[in-house]
């Protein structure tokens, strides 16, 4: 989807703006937030590329005018809606409406200190087919614009670039955020020249490196 | 932090928040624990785990390895992964991590243009600048303009290599060892390391008046 989540070489957003001795959370909501988004994924009715998919949802004047945690709340009420873990309605009374619920959280206190240092969302995966790409061949990505989620940034599409490294098998975003299944294929760093990106204005000794699967490339 | 920089510096600016979101958040935690969906301990435990475990020491201490450990270092470098692993790190937000190593002739510089990918148990959570729209629309386009206004002024023949992170792996940034720190220990060298390094927007320096 050309959404505005897709902002790599827009202009006008003025200086970055540097808080100094800048707090992990700046208000409590914030971080009820985050812990919400991580222990709800543990119900496992989503995956990571559902839930990114869920935020480049927001339509682009709410998604630049939220802070980063609004947006996250936003989310997590569209997935468990859609999920049906919990109903508008619901959301709308903060009271539950349905019938006995017997539900055992996945997620205890006692596995917390599991879940950040060992749990994982491993998202590698063995495949079986031979990388259509080597390292150092040109490629160039693919000039396609889907509606849906994709992981190829806009401004790098049409644009011909030098593999630089084979991460290996990887879950396929495109598909995988769409319940089309996890479509695993070989995952490749790419170079794209700042000269091929942004043309004489940039410096020619400069590049990018864009993380990049077999479906958004093709030979150049 | 350098003079130019402070001339950027403000209150962080809090994007408009409308006064019943931190109400609605209420809202929906009594619901899900209402319904069993959630156990409020655990989003206890969370909150703790990322304001005081997580964060960016971690990154410092493999960091300070790789200065003082030439074998370390190699081992980083070619399967971040695994080293990192080796000291205990490696999980949600960071299974997968590549280490690109600054050089007088190379400088790396991290962002995710798409949303906020940042490798959680290096450096914690990504600082709200990271995820803004500023810096993730610029790094990739002008990125010596952004390390401008970090302080980080490159001459022209280092090349700038900018690491978009639109896949599961995460990046981190190997800072260049300051001239100076050789005779320092660990952890004296990881007590320098900052996450602004690390992420590529600064480097490292000794305090001033060197070393102690």
New interface residues.
């Given amino acids: 989807m050309n959404g505005v989540?897709?902002?790599?070489?827009?202009?006008g957003?003025?200086?970055?703006?540097?808080?100094?001795d800048?707090p992990?959370?700046?208000?409590?909501?914030e971080?009820?937030?985050?812990?919400?988004n991580?222990?709800?994924r543990r119900?496992d009715k989503w995956n990571?590329d559902t839930s990114?998919y869920a935020?480049e949802r927001i339509p682009p004047a709410e998604y630049?005018?939220?802070?980063?945690y609004?947006k996250w709340?936003v989310r997590?009420?569209e997935l468990l809606v859609q999920s049906g873990?919990?109903s508008r309605a619901?959301?709308e009374s903060?009271?539950?409406s349905a019938g006995p619920?017997?539900?055992?959280?996945p997620?205890?206190?006692a596995?917390?200190?599991a879940?950040?240092?060992?749990?994982?969302?491993?998202?590698?995966r063995d495949v079986a087919s031979p990388p259509r790409f080597q390292v150092g061949q040109r490629v160039r990505a693919r000039n396609v614009h889907p509606i849906g989620h994709t992981?190829?940034?806009r401004?790098a599409r049409g644009k011909a670039g030098v593999v630089h490294?084979n991460?290996g098998g990887?879950?396929f975003?495109d598909t995988n955020a769409h319940g089309l299944g996890e479509n695993p294929q070989h995952?490749y760093?790419v170079r794209f020249s700042?000269g091929e990106?942004?043309g004489a204005q940039?410096?020619e000794?400069?590049?990018?490196?864009?993380?990049?699967?077999d479906d958004h490339l093709e030979p150049a | 932090?350098t003079s130019a920089?402070h001339e950027?510096?403000?209150?962080?600016?809090?994007?408009?928040?409308?006064s019943d979101?931190?109400l609605?958040?209420?809202?929906?935690?009594?619901?899900?624990v209402?319904?069993?969906?959630?156990?409020p301990?655990?989003?206890?435990?969370?909150?703790d785990?990322?304001?005081h475990?997580?964060?960016p020491r971690n990154g410092a201490r493999v960091v300070a390895r790789a200065w003082a450990d030439p074998a370390f270092k190699q081992r980083l470098l070619a399967d971040g992964t695994a080293a990192v692993a080796e000291l205990?790190f490696g999980?949600?937000?960071g299974?997968?991590l590549?280490v690109v190593e600054n050089t007088p002739q190379v400088h790396n510089l991290i962002?995710c243009?798409?949303?906020?990918c940042y490798p959680w148990?290096l450096l914690?959570?990504p600082?709200?600048?990271y995820?803004?729209?500023?810096?993730?629309?610029?790094?990739?386009?002008d990125?010596?303009g952004?390390l401008r206004?970090?302080g980080t002024t490159l001459a022209?023949?280092?090349?700038?290599?900018?690491?978009?992170?639109?896949?599961?792996?995460r990046y981190l940034v190997l800072p260049e060892r300051p001239p100076g720190a050789e005779t320092l220990g660990e952890e004296e060298l990881a007590a320098l390391v900052t996450r602004d390094a690390m992420v590529g927007v600064a480097k490292v320096a000794l305090p001033a008046g060197g070393p102690a």
């Fill in positions: 989540h897709d902002m790599g070489g827009m202009q957003f003025g200086p970055i703006q540097y808080e100094k800048e992990v959370f700046h208000e409590r909501w971080a009820l937030t985050l812990a919400m991580i222990a709800m119900w990571i990114r935020i630049l005018r939220m802070s980063y609004e709340h997590l009420v873990m919990i619901e959301v903060g009271h539950r619920l017997h539900a055992t959280p997620l205890t206190a596995m917390v200190p879940i950040t240092t060992n749990w994982s969302v491993a998202a590698a992981r190829l940034p401004y490294r991460h990887f879950v975003p995952l760093s700042a990106l942004w940039a410096s000794r400069d590049a990018v490196y864009i993380d990049l699967w | 932090m920089h950027h510096e403000h209150d962080h600016a809090h994007q408009a928040v409308p979101l931190a609605r958040v209420k809202a929906l935690e009594s619901l899900l209402e319904k069993g969906l959630v156990d301990a655990a989003l206890d435990a969370l909150i785990a990322y304001q475990k997580v964060g205990g999980n949600y937000q299974e997968y590549q962002v243009t798409l949303c906020s148990p914690g959570l600082p709200v600048w995820k803004s729209a500023a810096y993730r629309s610029r790094a990739v386009i990125p010596r952004v206004e970090f022209d023949e280092v090349e700038v290599h900018v690491w978009d992170s639109t896949a599961e792996v």
